[in-house]
């Protein structure tokens, strides 16, 4: 163990060179036991490539539920019994007042998500006309997760000014069948491909504990690679009642700070994001994978389930002397 972590430091700080497939899949092996080293190590690149502060994000779900597609482990599908409760569309109104909100927290970054296959042209135009709207009233970057695009609408939001645009792999190509089935893995790589192309960052991310093995772990890890994301938010299962996951058990929670560090040495330059599922996956171990390689997180509430308290998130950055920070000005 000791020669391969140290095989991987040289690497990674010193050589300051991507790690090798080959690498990685020999990290994995390790095991659970090599699960502080890697934390320890995975900070320090951190550190090295990112620098300490944290980047904040608050996140709001503009429009919920009735999504025509049947990705298993989310409560906005349409196709299952989800209990929650539907919302139309917000007004220009209310995605300024949660703008702000999420500015007084201290953040950088504001996220509208809609829960569609792809934005019809009511949405996008609200979207397009609360960017400006939001950054002159409040100054957050705002970013904006809508699905599946086509070029001449990644073109438009980036011409309205969007600074990120989210779209996760979500998981392995290989796995994605046993998860999705009303669109293809295909599509959503190639509006990740999009959002690159059209000048704009890209956020793109995993759920991890929904069923994949290792290997596919490290498959995604390697397709998340070849999208160049600015950001990749890292999620945990968080299985929601009336969904075809509801049953499946919670990540074990030392095997997601392991998860954590292998993303960061793998992505060591990327802005690596807390997201959702922590609260119940990790309870009193978030603090953990702060020093294991996440340099972002979410504050307040997710698209249908709660957070924790933004104030618990502050005092926990506070408490580890990581200060807010926008990340992306230095990635």
């Excluded at 296959?117 to 957050?140: H, K, M, N, S």
Aim: hydrophobic share 45%.
């Amino acid at each position: 163990m000791r020669a391969l972590l140290g095989k991987l430091e040289s690497a990674l700080l010193d050589e300051r060179r991507s790690l090798t497939m080959d690498e990685l899949k020999a990290a994995v092996e390790l095991g659970r036991e090599a699960t502080p080293q890697l934390a320890a190590l995975a900070h320090q690149v951190r550190l090295d490539r990112c620098g300490p502060a944290v980047e904040v994000e608050g996140i709001l779900s503009a429009k919920t539920g009735g999504c025509p597609e049947d990705c298993s482990f989310c409560s906005q599908s349409a196709r299952f019994g989800a209990p929650i409760e539907r919302m139309a569309l917000m007004s220009i109104d209310d995605l300024m007042a949660a703008a702000a909100e999420t500015a007084a927290l201290g953040a950088s970054e504001f996220c509208i998500v809609v829960a569609v296959r792809g934005p019809d042209r009511r949405l996008l135009d609200r979207v397009i006309e609360a960017i400006p709207l939001i950054r002159c009233a409040t100054g957050l970057n705002v970013a904006a997760s809508l699905g599946i695009l086509t070029p001449d609408q990644a073109d438009r939001l980036a011409a309205a000014g969007l600074h990120r645009y989210n779209h996760n792999l979500e998981t392995a190509r290989s796995f994605f069948p046993a998860v999705v089935s009303t669109h293809s893995w295909q599509e959503r790589f190639d509006t990740c491909r999009l959002v690159v192309d059209a000048g704009m960052e890209l956020c793109c991310g995993a759920i991890l504990g929904l069923g994949e093995s290792e290997a596919q772990r490290l498959e995604l890890i390697d397709q998340l690679r070849s999208v160049d994301p600015a950001e990749v938010p890292i999620n945990f299962l968080d299985p929601r009642p009336g969904t075809p996951l509801a049953g499946r058990p919670l990540m074990d929670p030392m095997d997601a700070i392991r998860w954590i560090a292998l993303f960061r040495l793998a992505l060591p330059d990327v802005i690596l994001r807390y997201a959702g599922g922590r609260e119940v996956t990790l309870r009193q171990l978030q603090a953990l994978g702060l020093t294991a390689g996440i340099n972002a997180l979410i504050v307040g509430n997710y698209l249908t389930t709660l957070g924790r308290p933004a104030s618990d998130d502050l005092e926990m950055l506070a408490d580890l002397a990581m200060p807010i920070g926008v990340l992306s000005e230095i990635v």
